[in-house]
C-alpha cells in the first residue's frame, strides 16, 4: 500500500509540473511529417518480422512444429539439393531485408530485434554454407527427424494426434533418400556413429514405443492407416541404418572445422572475434580456477586421497529413489522450495516440468529437457535423463549414474532456475521473434551460471559433498571448451579429448567417451562456459 501511494504522489507531481509548462508551440509540417514516416517504418518492421517467422516456419515445418505450429504437423523440409541452395539463397535475401532498416528508423526494441534476426540468419548460414553441415554431418537431419513431439507432447488428444503422426511416418521414407543422397561420404567414424545412433535407432522407437502410445486409440481406419505408415518409416530406417553401418567400414577420422572455420563459427554463431589462443588461455584458468576449489573440497571430504579417489566417492552416492529418474523428481521439489523460500526468483505459469528416461536414440548425453515452444498453452516441459549403454560393463554403468551432488547440479541446470525458468520467462517475453529463437551461449551460460549461483545461495547447505557435484559440472563445461578448440584447430584426437574428460573434467569412463565424441559433431559445444 506504501508503493501505491508512493506512485500516486508522484504522478501528481507530474501532472502539476506538466500544467505549468508554456504552452507548446504547435508542430511543424516537416516535424509532423518526421514522426509519421518514423511510424510507418516502425509498423513496417514489425510486418516484416511477422513475415519472416511466417516464410521460416514454411521453410521449416518440423521447427514450426516444435514452437506449437501444429498446422505443420507431420511435414518435413525440403532437404533436396536444390531446396538446400534455395534456403541459403532465401536466407541471405532476408539478411539484406533486415539490414536495410537503419538504426534512426528503429525504436530500441526494433534495433535489438534486427540485430537478433541477423545474428539468426548469420548462425544458420554458417551451418548451411560455411561448415556445410547437410553434407557432412548426420545431426544436422536428427532433431528434425525426431518424432518426440507427436508421441509425448499432449497438445492434443491421442486421436488426433495419431493422424499427425502418420503423416511424420508416411514422409520419413522421402526424407531419408534425401538425408542418404546428401551425405558425403566417407565420413568420421564418430558421425558415422551418432548418426546410427540418432536416426537409424529410431527403429526401434517406432516399433516398441510409438504403437504403445497410440494403442488406446478406438478408430479402426486412423490404426490401419497409422500401421501402414509405421512399418514403411521402420523399413526405411533400418534400411538407412544398414547403408550407414556399410560406411563405417571406410570410415576416417576427419571431422575438425579448422582453425578458421572454427573462428568463423564463433563470429557467425555467437558475434565472439577472438584470437584463439587468447580464448585457449582464457579456458584453462577458468578450468584450473574449478580444479582449485576441488581440491579444497576434497581435502575436506575425502582428506589424504586423488581427486579421481574423491569423484569416486563422491559418485558412489546417490541420490535417494529407485531409480534416477525418481531420484531427480524428488531433487525438483526441493531444489522449487528452495527457489521459492530464498525468492531467488520469479518462476512464471503454472507449467510444470516432470522427469523421464531418455529413449535409447537420444541417450548420447546425460541429460537434456524437452519445453514445449510459445505457440503451445499450459503444457509441462519434460526433463530426460539417460540410463547407461546396457552393453557397458557393469562397473561402467554404475559409474555413470551421477552421485546425488551431481545429479542435483544437474537438475539445476535443466530446470531450476536453468532451462525451465529461462524459458518459460522466454515465452512470455514482448517480442515474438526472441520467444522463438534461442541463442546457443544465451542458454546454456545461463543454465551453468545458476549452478554456482544456487550453490553460493545456499543451495546443499555448504556441504562438501554438494559442491564437490557442482564443480564436476564445471569441469565438464571446462573440457568441452578446451576439447572443442583442440579438436577443431590443434589435431587433437577423439582419444586425447576422452583422457582429458578422465583426467582434468574427473568424468566416469562413460561420459569421457560420450562427450569426447560429441565434440566431433557439436564444435560449438564450448558455449556452456
Not at 92 to 97: A, G, I, L, N
Not at 312 to 330: C, D, F, R
Request: proline residues 5%; contains cysteine.
Amino acid at each position: 500500500m506504501k508503493q501505491l501511494n508512493f506512485y500516486i504522489f508522484i504522478l501528481a507531481l507530474t501532472i502539476f509540473f506538466a500544467a505549468c509548462q508554456p504552452p507548446t508551440a504547435p508542430q511543424s509540417n516537416q516535424a509532423k511529417n518526421t514522426n509519421v514516416n518514423a511510424e510507418t517504418v516502425n509498423n513496417q518492421w514489425d510486418k516484416y518480422v511477422e513475415g519472416f517467422l511466417n516464410d521460416y516456419f514454411v521453410a521449416h515445418p518440423d521447427f514450426a512444429v516444435n514452437q506449437g505450429k501444429h498446422e505443420f504437423d507431420g511435414k518435413f523440409p525440403d532437404w533436396s539439393e536444390e531446396g538446400l541452395k534455395k534456403e541459403i539463397a532465401r536466407l541471405k535475401t532476408e539478411r539484406e531485408k533486415a539490414a536495410a532498416f537503419k538504426d534512426d528508423q528503429l525504436d530500441e526494441r526494433q534495433r535489438f530485434e534486427r540485430d537478433y534476426l541477423i545474428a539468426q540468419i548469420d548462425k544458420d548460414l554458417f551451418w548451411r554454407e560455411s561448415a556445410d553441415t547437410p553434407h557432412t554431418n548426420p545431426t544436422f537431419y536428427s532433431d528434425s527427424i525426431d518424432p518426440d513431439v507427436y508421441v509425448s507432447r499432449e497438445y492434443a488428444p491421442l486421436e488426433t494426434r495419431i493422424k499427425s503422426y502418420t503423416l511424420y511416418a508416411r514422409n520419413v521414407p522421402n526424407a531419408l533418400v534425401q538425408i542418404k543422397t546428401n551425405l558425403k561420404m566417407p565420413m568420421a567414424k564418430t558421425l558415422v556413429k551418432i548418426g546410427r545412433t540418432t536416426i537409424g535407432g529410431l527403429a526401434d522407437f517406432y516399433s516398441k514405443d510409438v504403437p504403445t502410445v497410440f494403442a488406446s486409440v478406438k478408430d479402426e481406419q486412423s490404426q490401419k492407416d497409422f500401421k501402414e505408415a509405421n512399418d514403411a518409416a521402420i523399413k526405411a530406417v533400418k534400411d538407412f541404418d544398414a547403408y550407414l553401418a556399410e560406411q563405417e567400414k571406410s570410415a576416417n577420422d576427419n571431422f575438425a572445422l579448422g582453425a578458421d572455420k572454427f573462428k568463423q563459427m564463433l563470429k557467425a554463431t555467437e558475434g565472439v572475434d577472438i584470437d584463439l589462443a587468447k580464448l585457449e588461455e582464457i579456458g584453462k584458468q577458468d578450468l584450473q580456477r574449478n580444479t582449485d576449489a576441488l581440491k579444497q573440497e576434497c581435502d575436506k571430504f575425502a582428506p589424504n586421497q586423488t581427486l579421481m579417489q574423491c569423484m569416486a566417492k563422491a559418485s558412489a552416492n546417490k541420490a535417494p529413489g529407485s531409480n534416477v529418474v525418481e531420484a531427480a523428481t524428488n531433487q525438483l521439489s526441493d531444489i522449487r522450495k528452495f527457489i521459492t523460500d530464498k525468492d531467488i526468483l520469479t518462476i512464471p505459469g503454472t507449467e510444470q516440468a516432470k522427469v523421464a528416461q531418455s529413449p535409447p536414440y537420444k541417450a548420447w548425453n546425460f541429460a537434456y529437457i524437452n519445453i514445449p515452444g510459445p505457440y503451445e498453452t499450459g503444457l509441462p516441459s519434460t526433463y530426460y535423463v539417460s540410463p547407461p549403454n546396457p552393453s557397458w560393463s557393469k562397473e561402467k554403468q554404475e559409474a555413470y549414474i551421477p552421485g546425488k551432488g551431481s545429479l542435483l547440479f544437474t537438475s539445476v541446470h535443466e530446470v531450476y532456475p536453468g532451462h525451465f525458468v529461462q524459458f518459460l520467462h522466454a515465452n512470455r517475453s514482448k517480442s515474438k521473434f526472441g520467444q522463438v529463437f534461442v541463442g546457443y551461449a544465451f542458454a546454456e551460460g545461463w543454465a551453468h551460471y545458476t549452478e554456482e549461483m544456487m550453490y553460493d545461495a545456499g543451495l546443499g547447505n555448504n556441504d562438501p559433498e554438494m559442491h564437490i557435484g557442482q564443480l564436476q559440472e564445471a569441469l565438464l563445461r571446462n573440457v568441452r571448451f578446451l576439447s572443442a578448440i583442440g579438436m577443431h584447430t590443434k589435431g587433437m584426437t577423439v582419444e586425447e579429448s576422452r583422457k582429458m574428460f578422465l583426467e582434468q573434467g574427473l568424468q566416469d569412463e562413460g561420459s569421457a567417451e560420450q562427450q569426447a565424441e560429441r565434440g566431433t559433431f557439436d564444435p560449438a559445444y564450448l558455449n556452456y562456459t
